[in-house]
């Protein structure tokens, strides 16, 4: 396991509890004690976390994710104005893949009226909104269930996703910075949406303007990789010079607003 590698997956693993003690680290990641402590020093001098007896805990500067129901609670109506746009982009018929998220929970609610739609995803959450219309034939991945949002991860939900090639892959993210990457919380879900991007003609990432900025710390993919963006407003001006750059496209409800 490369070291960048072990130190996300460190990471990811304090971020979901908390804190971890450093035999559970080694346990987890099948490594020494002594190398857990190795690879932790980088991360306690980027301040990411913070090294107590026995173990680590999440920095005080660096908060986890909300959870899943709260997220589907906040921005709401930027979340709407978001499916309903990728809602004229996907036709009935169309072949689609969408990793977990809220907007892409709202994305699949904004797509009630398509018909024949071929979907394949790792949320429980999407398959049971699209499944609801007969004519949609949807597949969910296999993989551990995780707990907060009952979505898929792993080499199983990996593997199966390969199995298919879609018109679209939809894809929700943590962050964009103006590095020119997309970001997100957990090492599993950077995994996931890189192999979805693999399978589809198109790519596209929904993310409010929240996003635009925000570092966290696991990087899905550069702006390259992906096709367009939909978003609720035009992001700043350096982020918007990125997408130019690498040829994304850029679709938007309204202009950017003064905050």
Not at 101 to 126: P, Q
Request: proline share 3%.
């Amino acid at each position: 396991m490369r070291l960048h590698k072990r130190q996300n997956e460190i990471l990811a693993s304090v971020k979901s509890r908390g804190a971890c003690s450093i035999v559970e680290l080694a346990a987890q990641l099948q490594v020494s004690d002594e190398t857990i402590r190795r690879n932790i020093k980088p991360l306690v001098r980027q301040g990411l976390i913070e090294k107590v007896h026995g173990g680590v805990v999440l920095s005080q500067n660096q908060e986890p994710e909300p959870p899943f129901e709260k997220r589907m609670n906040v921005r709401v109506d930027e979340k709407k104005l978001i499916s309903a746009l990728v809602a004229q982009i996907i036709s009935d018929g169309d072949s689609i893949m969408l990793d977990t998220g809220s907007t892409t929970a709202y994305v699949a609610r904004g797509l009630d009226a398509h018909r024949n739609l071929s979907v394949v995803t790792n949320c429980t959450e999407i398959a049971r909104t699209l499944a609801r219309e007969p004519s949609n034939r949807v597949h969910i991945c296999g993989g551990a269930l995780r707990a907060d949002d009952w979505a898929t991860f792993g080499s199983a939900a990996i593997d199966f996703v390969r199995q298919f090639h879609v018109n679209y892959a939809i894809l929700s993210i943590g962050g964009i910075t103006d590095a020119g990457s997309f970001m997100d919380y957990h090492l599993e879900e950077a995994e996931f949406s890189r192999a979805v991007v693999q399978q589809a003609n198109k790519s596209i990432v929904v993310a409010d303007h929240s996003k635009f900025g925000n570092p966290n710390f696991i990087k899905v993919c550069d702006f390259d990789a992906i096709d367009m963006v939909v978003v609720d407003r035009l992001p700043p001006e350096n982020i918007l010079q990125e997408f130019r750059e690498a040829g994304v496209e850029v679709i938007t409800g309204r202009q950017a607003e003064d905050n």
